[in-house]
């Protein structure tokens, strides 16, 4: 056991250093700095000066050290384009693709649950296979088109809700909530809609697949036997016992969530970090899309670990065995 | 010869499939279309002379105001939206074909190697795609495009643009192949043949790529007709969030971007059309995928 998890722990970290030494790359070698800091009159000597002061001029591996040391503080320079703390910016931006990303994971469970259930338990329904069919085109659909078709509709022709921005946010010290006011809650729905369509697909057949699988085992069929109502069955027996694959997988589906984020949010303008990378994409902002990267990098890393922990807590047989995420 | 192609099982399994048929016309229409795109659009929406501002923003040509000759109306610049619609998916195709392609060189050569050679290369290129893999595509994609553009200040060339956003999807897609093809070489690499081939001293490159890949290839096919929709739905996102090919050469996902301005006064068609018609690609080159897929794979008979 304790192998195991320093194994895992060991990998996580190694792959973190990788990462790490990716945006390390980018700042040091894709943008030189010097160039951008300095007019372009300068003399050599002042180049010279620059580097020494910005410490350019000392090993590579203690550059990279002095990185490392800085990004476990937080602190990943200036950005290029807006002129402040990488770091000030992210702090800024996390609460909206946070809540963005929690809403969406939401969405896909509340409504992907039901109708999973509903497409197992009644599987010739035409109802069913219209909901499985349409799943195969919703996988098919890229999400911005989606999110562009619901501004479309709920939006410009209905003018039922907002088609971007946060709403009014209410300020709990450093963390800025959407989910308090009314206008916030309404422009939450449609990007929340966007971004949770492709969990609720995957989460619909997976709860239906799981199910079907659960209701010919020989444990429901005894908790027939016993004469139980099919509602107690259905629900107390067989969901429960659907749950635990259910929920690694929309963990793992978390950090797809956030990474789509980017493009949920420049359908909607919704100022998170995934409106920043893209920006910073857009403008070559080296400090930003380092410092996006191994945040990133980091909630991945942390969701796999968490659900390989938990798998080997959950289930006994699958000890060294893993099941490999899902792209 | 004919007739055994005519009577096997994959022409059978086609034959029985409306669904399959439709859309193998709609994937040849859409590639007739885009390979003649200059014969077959109503106009040249890249030929300035023969815009006319004066037409700008004309609805579908069934609504009151439409007008005959722009079937699917204009946009801001007087574009007729169905012949942008057709050098569009012109330029979808390319990249996600070139993109589709080169991934599965890239995968298909690391693959071979990793699986033949074995050892610490095989280690430490399988370490890099299970680290790769825990990322998603469009994200891998993005940082391609993001240091591409760092590197060349900014500023990007339209045809350089166009290698950048191949190279882009190409990276984020190819591990899929590595996986596959290492797989099967591990098989085959100590099947006779394959040590007749050494005994006799062939050089290891052309024992991997003459006899090793042959008998490695099939699996791959399959994956590369999914690869396409994907490639082009990549493409797609990247032109979308206007980091992807140039606007001189708009794809489907350029002009979504463009439409997306004028959504909100009241000009959908700009937006629509372009977005129906990527839509109805991908789903035909997907279910075309899924079905050879199923054709091809005799456990699923």
New interface residues.
């Given amino acids: 056991m304790i192998a195991f998890v320093l194994r895992r722990l060991l990998q996580a970290v190694v ?1 973190m250093l ?1 990462v790490g030494f990716i945006a390390f790359a ?1 700042f040091n070698f ?2 030189d700095p010097v160039a951008l800091m300095l007019p372009p009159e300068a003399t050599q000597a002042d180049r010279d000066a620059m580097r020494a002061m910005l410490g350019l001029d000392r090993p590579f591996w203690a550059q990279f050290a002095t990185f490392i040391t800085n990004a476990l503080h937080g602190n990943f320079g200036i950005s290029l384009r807006l002129g402040r703390p990488v770091s000030d910016l992210i702090v800024e931006r996390l609460p909206a693709t946070l809540e963005l990303a929690f809403m969406a994971a939401l969405f896909g469970l509340v409504v992907g649950i039901p109708l999973g259930v509903y497409t197992a338990l009644r599987r010739d329904s035409w109802v069913s296979q219209l909901l499985l069919t349409s799943s195969l ?1 919703g ?7 989606i999110g ?2 619901l ?2 509709i709920f939006a ?1 022709w209905l003018g039922w809700l907002p ?1 971007f921005g946060r709403g009014d946010v209410v300020h709990l010290g450093a963390w800025t909530t959407g989910l308090l006011t009314v206008s916030g809650l309404k422009a939450i729905i449609l990007p929340a809609i966007t971004l949770g369509f492709y969990p609720v697909t995957i989460v619909m057949r997976l709860v239906r697949s799981e199910m079907l699988e659960v209701l010919r085992t020989d444990y429901v069929k005894f908790a027939r036997a016993r004469g139980l109502t099919d509602r107690s069955i259905h629900f107390h027996h067989a969901l429960k016992n659907t749950m635990v694959p259910v929920i690694t997988i929309v963990g793992l589906q978390l ?2 969530i956030i ?2 984020a ?2 949920t949010e ?2 909607f303008q919704w100022p998170g970090m995934g409106l920043l ?2 920006q ?5 902002d ?1 400090p930003i ?1 380092g410092a996006y ?1 191994c945040l ?2 980091l909630i ?2 942390t969701i ?1 670990l968490v659900v390989d922990l938990l798998y080997f807590v959950v289930d006994p047989r699958l000890r060294v065995e893993r099941v490999a ?1 899902a ?1 | 010869m004919a007739a055994r192609w005519i009577e096997s099982d994959l022409v059978w399994s086609f034959r029985h499939r409306p669904g399959v048929i439709l859309s193998a016309l709609i994937v040849l229409a859409a590639v007739v279309a885009a390979v003649f795109a200059p014969w077959v659009a109503p106009h040249n929406p890249f030929d300035l002379a023969t815009l006319n501002l004066g037409d700008a923003l004309t609805p579908p040509a069934w609504a009151s105001n439409g007008q005959r000759t722009y079937l699917l109306g204009t946009d801001d610049q007087g574009r007729d939206v169905l012949s942008a619609i057709i050098f569009g998916s012109r330029m979808s195709l390319l990249v996600g074909l070139l993109a589709t392609l080169l991934s599965m060189v890239i995968g298909v050569s690391l693959g071979l190697v990793a699986g033949y050679v074995g050892g610490k290369v095989d280690a430490l290129i399988m370490r890099i795609a299970d ?1 790769q ?7 891998i994609a ?2 391609v ?3 591409a ?3 060349f ?2 500023h990007l060339e339209d045809n350089l643009a166009l290698y950048v956003i191949v190279i882009a999807i190409a990276a984020s897609g190819w591990v899929r192949y590595a996986r596959t093809v290492r797989g099967s070489t591990l098989v085959e690499r100590n099947r006779e043949y394959v040590q007749a081939a050494r005994v006799i001293g062939r050089h290891p490159l052309a024992i991997m790529f003459t006899h090793v890949l042959p008998n490695a290839l099939g699996p791959v096919l399959v994956l590369v007709t999914l690869h396409i ?1 994907e490639a082009i ?1 990549t493409e ?2 990247l032109s ?4 992807g090919v140039p606007p001189t050469q708009p794809s489907l996902g350029t002009l ?1 971007r463009i439409g ?1 301005d004028f ?2 006064s ?1 000009e ?1 068609w700009i ?2 059309f372009p ?1 129906a018609a ?2 109805i690609l ?2 035909a080159i ?1 279910v075309l995928g899924d079905w050879l897929r199923d054709a091809l794979n005799p456990r699923l008979r």
Avoid: C, E, Y
């Avoid at chain 1, 910073?280 to 070559?284: G, P, S």
């Avoid at chain 2, 893999?133 to 994200?139: C, D, E, G, M, Y």
């Fill in positions: 792959v990788v980018l894709v943008g085109v996988v098919s659909l890229p999400n911005f088109l562009i078709f501004i479309l410009v088609s950090g797809g990474a789509f980017i493009v420049t359908v990378f893209i910073a994409v857009q403008f070559a080296i899309m990267l990133v990098g991945f890393v796999n995420a792209h | 680290i893999l825990s990322f998603p595509a469009i994200l993005l940082l495009d993001g240091v553009r760092a590197v200040k900014g929709g739905i797609s996102i979308f969030l206007g980091v979504i997306n959504l909100f009241g959908w937006t629509v977005g990527l839509v991908v789903l997907n």
